[in-house]
């Protein structure tokens, strides 16, 4: 199963090699990692999507807990947040009726274009993970030259009561089945 | 006389009187005087280039700092080892640069998998040639960084006094464990104020000593109520020095009491509520009062898979109380139904305040369970055959524990003598058995045990091996010899890598391959060129007389026997098997 682990760890050297460690000592691959600093410049942020048997991210997220510089680790999986991820598409779309294709998918996805030139768009995409990996599939029929994902980030939400998501529209499972 | 000459003539530096210090220091005198703050006064080292500083330091200050030159790095840390467990103090070593860091990764890791708190100083290259490729350059900080309960690469002079104070306390606290901090040689150049800090502040760490009341609470209702309950007990015990504790709580209730391998001589093993060790060379007895038991109470082990055997057949009826200072150790591999996070002897000793002097619980209503253990015990007892023509090496373990009167500190390697010693040897208290459980080291136990005999010049320490680990770290009989130790090493000799040998005979149709030690050196004339004593035996009637004038000649002796080549050890779990399909032998 995907985990989310969120990671506040001292923001030194080094320190990041010996979390990413933890899960390529036990052969497990991370599949997104981003870091950065939060509000306090001492403290970084680590956001990490791994898979893995509940069993076996308990005991990675206990052994992340004891970690000498890591003031806390929390497997986000188990509470309420909201994850997004930002993804840069590089669309094959010359002028017609493939270009008007792309422009339609990236507004149904709220996504924004960032460059275009006579032959292709490039896109930038924010959501979850699905909702990313979904434009993607959409999009590649049309020919992708090539994309960067940042990977997820993730943060609680305010309240574990909280349902659904304000304002600024995202888009519904229904809407994407599309 | 060189301390008596003047620096300035020949380079000499004067033997520094405690005490007097420099304002500014560089960066070696300022880790000499954060070592003397934090109470060391013995390190395990080699130099080296990258050290040079250092051992300029530790020339000055050899009042204070006793240092002994090991003759391989590997030795070094395996005597740091040594002392710390035999001390219980942070033992502390000190090797170079490159070769110098990677030789002692051995040592570390082993350190780490036995929880053994040291401080490994490493000399790097200057700062600005890091990641050049220099000469004896390596990655130390990311080579141990997997095999270190933390380890540092100090940048700046300035945070060399703090990172030292870190390093002790991390080592030492919560779960202990190996630290190492890599310093650039520029850096022990450099100078800065030395102060050292009152307190270290680590947001992120702080290691729970006592646990939850409530589920100690439980943990004592539960202890009170089961028919069928056992101790099992290892190294958290000894090293939060809880044998007091337990020996208190095992009486109390007359509960049986199982020690793993790193828990031997945390409860006497002559007690009479000792079972012996569990697991896969453990007694009989011992298996199946844990696979039959209805309450595990774990108290600092953790499930180790030498000790569980298949983890499917694992103690079927039983409920687990597990109690351990390191929270990743609970439901590991076995999951605990009560899991209580706190360091061994915190936690008995809140069990013991919730049991009032008359709440003399058991006796009769454990009868039952005590009787049923006496017949495992009648059914299979640990037993070999004995021998007048070959010296057998369980007969060998119990000459020596005649002769030392279980009193000695007997460090052994890993395989074969390390598993008759655990049976036969019958250790009366904690820090007197030296082994390498984790990581399973040969050539761990003769530098151990010279590390111990340095702690404690006047005790009887033995270095127990076999003849292939003891040519692993054989080279320390100069260190041994060089320091006028007085440590023993008894060399059970059986021409083979014996454990290797027993699997290929019993898993691998008796094809063995590459375990005859076709050539070993003539031990008694390899002590004899060290300037040891060699001394050896070859027939049982020649034994008690070997050992006992081995053991009290003064100074390093080898003593070299001779055992039956093919003895296996036995009872035995096959790997995979569970704890009650024991080979008997």
């Known amino acids: 199963m995907r985990h989310t682990l969120s990671i506040l760890v001292e923001n030194r050297f080094g320190e990041l090699s010996r979390i990413v460690g933890l899960f390529s000592a036990r052969g497990y691959n991370v599949e997104s990692l981003t870091v950065a600093e939060t509000l306090d410049p001492k403290i970084a942020r680590v956001t990490l999507v791994t898979t893995g048997s509940d069993q076996t991210i308990e005991q990675i997220t206990g052994q992340l807990n004891k970690q000498v510089r890591v003031l806390e680790a929390v497997d986000m999986t188990g509470f309420k947040h909201i994850e997004r991820e930002m993804a840069l598409i590089n669309v094959t779309a010359g002028m017609g009726p493939a270009r008007q294709e792309v422009l339609s998918l990236a507004g149904i996805f709220r996504a924004k274009v960032v460059d275009v030139s006579r032959d292709g768009i490039i896109i930038e995409a924010t959501g979850d993970w699905a909702k990313v990996s979904a434009l993607i599939e959409l999009l590649k029929p049309l020919g992708i030259r090539d994309i960067v994902r940042t990977g997820a980030v993730a943060i609680a939400r305010l309240s574990e009561q909280t349902e659904g998501e304000t304002a600024d529209g995202e888009i519904n499972e229904e809407e994407l089945a599309v | ?585």
Request: with cysteine; charged share 20%.
């Open chain 2, 1 to 585: 006389m060189a301390a008596l000459m003047e620096r300035s003539s020949n380079g000499f530096a004067e033997a520094e009187e405690p005490g007097e210090r420099p304002q500014l220091m560089r960066g070696a005198r300022i880790l000499c005087e954060a070592l003397v703050e934090e109470g060391v006064d013995t390190i395990f080292g080699y130099p080296g280039g990258a050290v040079l500083h250092i051992y300029d330091e530790l020339h000055r200050m050899r009042g204070q700092l006793h240092h002994v030159l090991c003759r391989h790095e590997q030795g070094a840390v395996h005597m740091a080892e040594g002392y710390a467990k035999a001390t219980g103090k942070v033992g502390v070593a000190l090797v170079t640069s490159g070769p110098g860091a990677t030789n002692a990764v051995t040592g570390i890791a082993n350190a780490f998998m036995d929880s053994t708190p040291l401080v490994v100083i490493s000399g790097q290259v200057p700062r600005k040639l890091i990641g050049t490729d220099a000469f004896q350059e390596a990655d130390t900080v990311g080579i141990t960084r997997p095999c270190t309960k933390y380890n540092y690469l100090v940048k700046d002079v300035r945070d060399l006094a703090e990172v030292i104070r870190e390093a002790f306390f991390i080592a030492r606290s919560g779960r202990p464990g190996p630290v190492l901090v890599d310093i650039p040689k520029d850096v022990t150049g450099e100078t800065a104020p030395f102060v050292y800090p009152e307190s270290v502040s680590l947001p992120g760490y702080r290691p729970s000593l006592r646990g939850n009341l409530q589920q100690v609470k439980r943990a004592v209702d539960r202890i009170k109520e089961a028919t069928r309950p056992v101790l099992y007990v290892g190294g958290g015990v000894i090293h939060s020095n809880g044998s007091k504790e337990l020996l208190e709580l095992a009486e109390k209730l007359t509960l049986p009491v199982t020690p793993t391998l790193m828990g031997l001589g945390c409860f006497p093993s002559g007690h009479r509520l000792s079972l012996g060790m569990l697991g896969m060379h453990g007694t009989y007895w011992a298996n199946m009062a844990i696979s039959e038991s209805d309450l595990i109470i774990a108290i600092g082990v953790r499930f180790d898979d030498r000790v569980t055997g298949a983890l499917d057949k694992f103690a079927p009826g039983a409920e687990i109380v597990h109690v351990d200072v390191d929270p990743t150790s609970l439901s590991k591999n076995v999951r605990a139904h009560l899991p209580v996070v706190g360091d061994a002897r915190s936690v008995m000793q809140q069990m013991l305040a919730l049991l009032p002097d008359d709440d003399r619980v058991t006796g009769a209503r454990l009868s039952d369970w005590w009787e049923q253990i006496e017949e495992w015990k009648r059914f299979a007892p640990l037993a070999y055959e004995k021998s007048d023509q070959v010296i057998m090496p369980q007969y060998l373990v119990e000459e020596l524990h005649r002769l030392t009167q279980g009193d000695a500190i007997i460090a052994t390697d890993v395989g074969q003598h390390q598993m008759w010693f655990a049976q036969y040897y019958r250790f009366n208290g904690p820090r007197q058995s030296l082994t390498s459980g984790g990581l399973g080291t040969m050539g761990f136990g003769f530098p151990a045990a010279l590390g111990a005999q340095v702690a404690f010049p006047e005790r009887q320490v033995i270095a127990f091996v076999g003849d292939g680990g003891f040519q692993m770290t054989a080279q320390e009989l100069a260190t041994a010899v060089q320091y006028k130790s007085n440590v023993k090493i008894v060399v059970m000799n059986n021409n083979y890598l014996g454990m290797v040998r027993q699997w290929q005979e019993f898993f691998y149709d008796g094809a063995y391959s590459h375990v005859n030690m076709q050539w070993l050196p003539d031990f008694v004339k390899l002590a004899e060129a060290y300037g040891a004593v060699g001394l050896r035996a070859t027939r049982p009637d020649q034994l008690r007389g070997v050992l006992q004038r081995g053991l009290t000649t003064p100074g390093v002796v080898v003593m070299d026997i001779l055992v039956s080549e093919e003895e296996s050890v036995f009872p035995m779990v096959p790997a995979g098997a569970g704890l009650k399909e024991m080979v008997l032998g």
